[in-house]
């Protein structure tokens, strides 16, 4: 594993920081769009954005939404924008499998939380690489995800491999987690693990903490495998092509 350093403890109360990295190629294979595409490469996290309360609101709605389903293995998701939830070995499509019995689970209150909450990391990750907010569209996947000790069953469980954001999904330009549970304390493992040369930099979960950075090959990462516990989090992902953009979740 080599040198791991902690880029933020879950103990920190960390405004901003930010580490700036080259930007790798990945970009130059897109198309470029002017004061979106990154010029500036790095990652950041900053615990000033969202506070511990929302941050609990919102594992309320995942919680909701995956006691309906939830993977056989040990990570489970649920996208709120396409209505993808797992179920067993599979997944579903909320909407069309509950029906109009999604209004018994999630309120108005629910979805305006979630706009607000993608809105304001959305302005901040603008703010930090220096782009126009308004250059940046929400692009799939969007999604919560559970994740525990259970051994996985299929390939979606095995959410622990190395990858390269922008070579998974192609839209991707910025991505950034909003974490909803404390590590050390819901559970144990579960870090998020930037693999560098030189070193592996680790972020420590905490519930309201975002991290964020630019999703080319810059910045490698793997999520390690949870111990114990249950591990909340939701990816929030976005893209400079107008054409992979899409809206914000509606309730019915």
């Known amino acids: 594993e080599g040198v791991t350093e902690v880029l933020a403890h ?12 080259p930007c790798s190629e990945d970009y130059d294979s897109h198309r470029r769009f002017a004061g979106c595409t990154p010029r500036k490469c790095g990652r950041g996290v900053t615990d ?10 919102i594992r309320r709605i995942a919680e909701r939404g995956l006691s309906l389903g939830g993977s056989d293995g040990g990570a489970s998701i649920l996208d709120l924008h396409s209505g993808a939830l797992s179920l067993g070995k599979h997944f579903v499509n909320l909407y069309r499998y509950f029906g109009d019995k ?14 607000d909450v993608r809105q304001r990391i959305q302005q901040r990750i603008a703010q930090v690489f220096g782009i126009s907010s308004s250059a940046m569209y929400l692009t799939k996947p969007t ?3 559970r ?62 903490r975002v991290s964020f950075f630019t999703s080319g090959s810059e910045n490698l990462h793997r999520v390690e495998r949870v111990q114990w ?15 992979h953009g899409i809206g914000d979740p509606l309730l019915g």
């Open 10 to 21: 879950r103990s920190d109360n960390l405004q901003d920081k930010f580490i700036e990295v």
């Open 48 to 57: 000033a954005v969202i506070t511990r309360e929302e941050a609990e609101r």
């Open 102 to 115: 999604i209004q018994d689970i999630f309120t108005e209150e629910d979805f305006a939380l979630y706009r």
């Open 143 to 145: 999604f919560f995800s």
């Open 147 to 208: 994740m525990n000790s259970t051994g996985a069953k299929t390939t979606h469980d095995e959410y622990w491999h190395p990858h390269v954001d922008k070579v998974t999904y192609g839209s991707f330009d910025y991505t950034s987690l909003l974490y909803l549970s404390d590590y050390s304390k819901d559970f144990g493992g579960g870090r998020f693990v930037f693999m560098d040369a030189d070193s592996n930099k680790t972020v420590e979960p905490r519930a309201g």
């Open 229 to 243: 516990g249950t591990r909340f989090a939701i990816t929030i992902s976005f893209t400079c092509d107008p054409q």
